[in-house]
C-alpha cells in the first residue's frame, strides 16, 4: 500500500492539487479555473464529442461482438479453440499496432481501397475510411469486439436450456423465447461490456491523436495532452483530468456493482456446425459466414502489417524485400531498434516484477472483505485506471524533473510508472482465483504449527502459481505496449518499440513502422501463447 501510495498518489494528486509548475504562486486547482474552462464551448464540444465517440463505439462493438458470442455459444467446430485465440487476439495488442494496422488496411492508399481501385477502375480511392469519426470507430470497434464477445459468450453459455424448453413446452417461438428469456438474463454481460468498453473508449489516445483526423476529433485525452504538452495549460489539463477522473470513477462503480447480480446456471450442449451445414441450416450457414468475416477483420489488418514489412518502393514501383529487418538488426551507428528493443524488455519484465510485488501486498486488502470496505479497496486499487494516462505521465515528469533527475535514472521511473498502471490488471487477474481458497485452510495450518512460509509455499504457491505466472506475463505484454506515459516522460535515452512506430508513422516511414511492428507482434503473440499453454500446463497439474 506504502508503494501504491507513493507511487501513483503523490507525484500525481501532487500534481494535480499543487502549483502550476510554470507559475508557483498560483494554485491551478480553484473552482474559478474550473468555471472558466467548462465556459469555453469549444471546450463543452470536445467532452460531449469524446463521450459521443465512446458511446458509438460501445455501442458498435457489442453490436460486432454479439454474433460471434453466439456463434460460440451454440456451436462446435473445426478449430474453434484457435478461432476464439485469434479474435482475442486484436484486444491484446498495443495501440500504437491498431493505428498502424488501420492505416494500411482501411487508409486512402490501403488494401481494401487498392482493391476497390482496382475493382472499379479508378485513380483515386472511392471510400475514405479514416481521419474521420469513422475512423476512430472503425478502429475501437476491431480493439473492443473481443472484449464484448467473450463478456457476453461467457454470461451466454451459462444460461440453463431448462428455461429455453420450458418456453418451448408452452408454445413460445424463438424469437420470444429470445427477448423474454434469453436477452433479460444476458443484460447483466452487456451492461458490463459496454461500461467497460466506454470507458477504454473515452480514455482513448493514439487511435484518436492519430486517426482522428483533426482538431475537430479532438478528444478529452487528447486535449490534456495538448494543453499539457503544448500549450503548458496545466489549469485546463488538470480540470479536465478530474472530470475525466470522476467520470471513470462512476463507470467502475458500476461495474463493481453490477458483476454481483451474474446469474450463474448451467449450459446446455453444443451444435456440431458442419453437420448443420450439410443439413442445409440457415443459421448454421450464417455462423460460417460470420466466422469468415470475423476472421477477416481482425487478421486482415495485421496481415497487412506484416506484408508491408517486406515491401520497399524503389524506382516508381513496389519491390518486395528483406531490406527493412537487415536494417533493423544491423549494428550501424544510428540503429534506433536494438537499443528500443533492450529497453521495451527490461522495462517489461521489471514493471511486470514490480507490479507483482506490488499486487501481492494490495491483493490481501481485498480479498475475503465484503460490504463497503471490500468496494473501498477495490475502487482505491482501480484509481490508476480511471485517470488519464496522459496526466499520469505529465505528473510523473516534473515529480522527475523536481526531484529524482540527479539522482534516479530516467528508465527506473518508467518502470515504476509501467508498474502502477499495469497493477489494477494484476489484481483483477489474481483476485478471483484467490478468493477460491477456503479460508479454514489457514487456520487449520495454524492449527498444525506451519509458519505463514510453509503455508504460503506448500499452499497457496500450488494453488496460485498458473494465475501469478499469467498475471506477470500480462503484465509484461502491457507494459510492451504502453505509450501514453511514456511520450509524456521519456528522451532519447529511453526508446521504447511504441515510440519507434510511432515516430515511424509520423514521419511516413510505414515499412521501416511495420517492420518494427511485427517485432512488436511477435512478443505480444509469444506472450499470449505463453499463458495461452500455462493454463493447459498448469491446469493439467491442479
Given at each position: 500500500m506504502i508503494l501504491l501510495g507513493a507511487g501513483f498518489y503523490f507525484p500525481v494528486l501532487n500534481f494535480l492539487s499543487g502549483s502550476n509548475p510554470l507559475h508557483p504562486e498560483d494554485n491551478f486547482l480553484q473552482w474559478s479555473f474550473f468555471k472558466e474552462f467548462l465556459s469555453d464551448p469549444w471546450n463543452l464540444g470536445v467532452i460531449l464529442f469524446s463521450l459521443y465517440q465512446a458511446f458509438l463505439s460501445a455501442v458498435l462493438s457489442i453490436l460486432f461482438?454479439?454474433?460471434?458470442?453466439?456463434l460460440l455459444t451454440h456451436y462446435n467446430f473445426p478449430g474453434k479453440h484457435w478461432f476464439?485465440?485469434?479474435?482475442?487476439?486484436?484486444?491484446?495488442?498495443?495501440?500504437?499496432?491498431?493505428?498502424?494496422?488501420?492505416?494500411?488496411?482501411?487508409?486512402?492508399n490501403g488494401?481494401?481501397?487498392r482493391a476497390l481501385m482496382s475493382l472499379l477502375g479508378t485513380d483515386e480511392p472511392p471510400v475514405h475510411f479514416l481521419y474521420s469519426l469513422s475512423g476512430i470507430l472503425i478502429a475501437h470497434v476491431f480493439y473492443n469486439f473481443p472484449l464484448a464477445m467473450k463478456i457476453i459468450a461467457d454470461q451466454w453459455e451459462?444460461?440453463?436450456l431448462k428455461y429455453l424448453q420450458a418456453a418451448r413446452s408452452l408454445g413460445a417461438g424463438n424469437?420470444?423465447?429470445?427477448?423474454?428469456?434469453?436477452?433479460?438474463?444476458?443484460l447483466p454481460s452487456i451492461g458490463s461490456a459496454f461500461v467497460l468498453i466506454f470507458l477504454l473508449c473515452m480514455n482513448s489516445f493514439a487511435i484518436i491523436l492519430v486517426l482522428g483526423g483533426g482538431i475537430r476529433y479532438t478528444t478529452i485525452e487528447v486535449l490534456i495532452y495538448q494543453l499539457a504538452r503544448i500549450e503548458l495549460d496545466f489549469s485546463g489539463a488538470a480540470s479536465l483530468a478530474f472530470l475525466q477522473g470522476g467520470l471513470s470513477l462512476i463507470g467502475m462503480a458500476i461495474l463493481l456493482r453490477g458483476r454481483d447480480r451474474r446469474v450463474e446456471q448451467k449450459s446446455g450442449i453444443k451444435i456440431w456446425l458442419p453437420e448443420k451445414l450439410r443439413e442445409r441450416s440457415s443459421q448454421a450457414w450464417f455462423a460460417l459466414f460470420w466466422i469468415a468475416v470475423v476472421l477477416i477483420f481482425a487478421l486482415g489488418p495485421l496481415t497487412a502489417i506484416v506484408v508491408d514489412s517486406f515491401r520497399k518502393f524503389e524506382n516508381g514501383e513496389w519491390i518486395y524485400t528483406v531490406e527493412w529487418y537487415s536494417r533493423l538488426f544491423s549494428w550501424r551507428e544510428n540503429n534506433q531498434f536494438l537499443p528500443s528493443l533492450w529497453n521495451s524488455l527490461r522495462i517489461g519484465f521489471g514493471s511486470a516484477l514490480l507490479s507483482s510485488l506490488c499486487g501481492l501486498g494490495l491483493v490481501s486488502l481485498i480479498a475475503y472483505r465484503k460490504g463497503t470496505l471490500r468496494r473501498f479497496w477495490e475502487m482505491l486499487t482501480l484509481f490508476p485506471l480511471a485517470?488519464?494516462?496522459?496526466?499520469?505521465g505529465v505528473a510523473w515528469f516534473h515529480f522527475y524533473q523536481r526531484h529524482l533527475t540527479e539522482t534516479?535514472?530516467?528508465?527506473?521511473?518508467?518502470?515504476?510508472?509501467?508498474?502502477?498502471?499495469?497493477c489494477p490488471y494484476w489484481i483483477r487477474v489474481v483476485l478471483p482465483t484467490l478468493e477460491t481458497i477456503p479460508t479454514q485452510w489457514h487456520s487449520e495450518s495454524k492449527m498444525l504449527g506451519k509458519n505463514p512460509f510453509e503455508y504460503g509455499f506448500r499452499i497457496l504457491w500450488p494453488w496460485l502459481r498458473k494465475t501469478l505466472l499469467i498475471a506477470f506475463f500480462f503484465s509484461f505484454?502491457?507494459?510492451?505496449?504502453?505509450?501514453?506515459?511514456?511520450?509524456?516522460?521519456?528522451?532519447?535515452?529511453?526508446?521504447?518499440?511504441?515510440?519507434?512506430?510511432?515516430?515511424?508513422?509520423?514521419?511516413?516511414r510505414f515499412s521501416y513502422a511495420s517492420a518494427v511492428a511485427v517485432i512488436l507482434l511477435l512478443l505480444s503473440v509469444t506472450t499470449f501463447l505463453v499463458v495461452e499453454r500455462s493454463l493447459g500446463y498448469f491446469g493439467t497439474l491442479k
Amino acid at each position: 500500500m506504502i508503494l501504491l501510495g507513493a507511487g501513483f498518489y503523490f507525484p500525481v494528486l501532487n500534481f494535480l492539487s499543487g502549483s502550476n509548475p510554470l507559475h508557483p504562486e498560483d494554485n491551478f486547482l480553484q473552482w474559478s479555473f474550473f468555471k472558466e474552462f467548462l465556459s469555453d464551448p469549444w471546450n463543452l464540444g470536445v467532452i460531449l464529442f469524446s463521450l459521443y465517440q465512446a458511446f458509438l463505439s460501445a455501442v458498435l462493438s457489442i453490436l460486432f461482438g454479439f454474433p460471434g458470442a453466439w456463434l460460440l455459444t451454440h456451436y462446435n467446430f473445426p478449430g474453434k479453440h484457435w478461432f476464439r485465440l485469434l479474435t482475442y487476439l486484436p484486444f491484446i495488442l498495443p495501440s500504437i499496432l491498431v493505428v498502424l494496422a488501420m492505416v494500411l488496411f482501411f487508409g486512402n492508399n490501403g488494401w481494401i481501397n487498392r482493391a476497390l481501385m482496382s475493382l472499379l477502375g479508378t485513380d483515386e480511392p472511392p471510400v475514405h475510411f479514416l481521419y474521420s469519426l469513422s475512423g476512430i470507430l472503425i478502429a475501437h470497434v476491431f480493439y473492443n469486439f473481443p472484449l464484448a464477445m467473450k463478456i457476453i459468450a461467457d454470461q451466454w453459455e451459462n444460461i440453463s436450456l431448462k428455461y429455453l424448453q420450458a418456453a418451448r413446452s408452452l408454445g413460445a417461438g424463438n424469437t420470444r423465447r429470445f427477448f423474454g428469456i434469453t436477452f433479460p438474463l444476458l443484460l447483466p454481460s452487456i451492461g458490463s461490456a459496454f461500461v467497460l468498453i466506454f470507458l477504454l473508449c473515452m480514455n482513448s489516445f493514439a487511435i484518436i491523436l492519430v486517426l482522428g483526423g483533426g482538431i475537430r476529433y479532438t478528444t478529452i485525452e487528447v486535449l490534456i495532452y495538448q494543453l499539457a504538452r503544448i500549450e503548458l495549460d496545466f489549469s485546463g489539463a488538470a480540470s479536465l483530468a478530474f472530470l475525466q477522473g470522476g467520470l471513470s470513477l462512476i463507470g467502475m462503480a458500476i461495474l463493481l456493482r453490477g458483476r454481483d447480480r451474474r446469474v450463474e446456471q448451467k449450459s446446455g450442449i453444443k451444435i456440431w456446425l458442419p453437420e448443420k451445414l450439410r443439413e442445409r441450416s440457415s443459421q448454421a450457414w450464417f455462423a460460417l459466414f460470420w466466422i469468415a468475416v470475423v476472421l477477416i477483420f481482425a487478421l486482415g489488418p495485421l496481415t497487412a502489417i506484416v506484408v508491408d514489412s517486406f515491401r520497399k518502393f524503389e524506382n516508381g514501383e513496389w519491390i518486395y524485400t528483406v531490406e527493412w529487418y537487415s536494417r533493423l538488426f544491423s549494428w550501424r551507428e544510428n540503429n534506433q531498434f536494438l537499443p528500443s528493443l533492450w529497453n521495451s524488455l527490461r522495462i517489461g519484465f521489471g514493471s511486470a516484477l514490480l507490479s507483482s510485488l506490488c499486487g501481492l501486498g494490495l491483493v490481501s486488502l481485498i480479498a475475503y472483505r465484503k460490504g463497503t470496505l471490500r468496494r473501498f479497496w477495490e475502487m482505491l486499487t482501480l484509481f490508476p485506471l480511471a485517470l488519464s494516462t496522459v496526466v499520469f505521465g505529465v505528473a510523473w515528469f516534473h515529480f522527475y524533473q523536481r526531484h529524482l533527475t540527479e539522482t534516479v535514472p530516467l528508465i527506473f521511473v518508467v518502470i515504476a510508472m509501467h508498474a502502477l498502471l499495469t497493477c489494477p490488471y494484476w489484481i483483477r487477474v489474481v483476485l478471483p482465483t484467490l478468493e477460491t481458497i477456503p479460508t479454514q485452510w489457514h487456520s487449520e495450518s495454524k492449527m498444525l504449527g506451519k509458519n505463514p512460509f510453509e503455508y504460503g509455499f506448500r499452499i497457496l504457491w500450488p494453488w496460485l502459481r498458473k494465475t501469478l505466472l499469467i498475471a506477470f506475463f500480462f503484465s509484461f505484454s502491457l507494459s510492451l505496449g504502453e505509450l501514453n506515459s511514456t511520450m509524456m516522460i521519456a528522451d532519447h535515452t529511453v526508446r521504447t518499440l511504441p515510440l519507434e512506430i510511432y515516430g515511424a508513422i509520423s514521419g511516413y516511414r510505414f515499412s521501416y513502422a511495420s517492420a518494427v511492428a511485427v517485432i512488436l507482434l511477435l512478443l505480444s503473440v509469444t506472450t499470449f501463447l505463453v499463458v495461452e499453454r500455462s493454463l493447459g500446463y498448469f491446469g493439467t497439474l491442479k
